[in-house]
């Protein structure tokens, strides 16, 4: 059994920042891809950042220079500064990770349960 746990959401204002975590533990064998969507109330899931394993990465338009994702693959952990924050930037933050489980054989697609972030002051 695989489990993705998001932390280190919460309030702030804009310009501030915010680093969140994902925590992928369990029964895994390898790790391909981790990355972060967002979804506002209202709005489709979005692509906010990705990381392969060999630390190859890709961000949004909306938050290149501003947002930086970064892993650590011996703590199956990934990472998201977001700094210069904005209103607009407001929703939950959900990781993805793109696994290979023990005994499986195949990646898959495994997401966590979210975390919020509201930028408000």
């Known amino acids: 059994q695989v489990q993705l746990v998001e932390s280190g959401g919460g309030l702030v204002q804009p310009g501030g920042s915010l680093r969140l975590s994902c925590a992928a533990s369990g029964s895994i064998f390898s790790i391909n891809v981790m990355g972060w969507y967002r979804q506002a109330p209202g709005k489709q899931r979005e692509l906010v950042a990705r990381?392969?394993?060999?630390?190859?990465?890709n961000y949004a338009d909306s938050v290149k220079g501003r947002f930086t994702i970064s892993r650590d693959n011996a703590k199956n952990t990934a990472y998201l500064q977001m700094n210069s924050l904005k209103p607009e930037d407001t929703a939950v933050y959900i990781c993805?990770?793109?696994?290979?489980?023990?005994?499986?054989?195949?990646?898959?697609?495994?997401w966590g349960e979210g975390t919020l972030v509201t930028v408000s002051s």
């Open positions: 993805k990770a793109d696994l290979t489980p023990i005994g499986l054989g195949h990646i898959m697609d495994y």
């Open positions: 990381i392969t394993s060999g630390g190859s990465t």
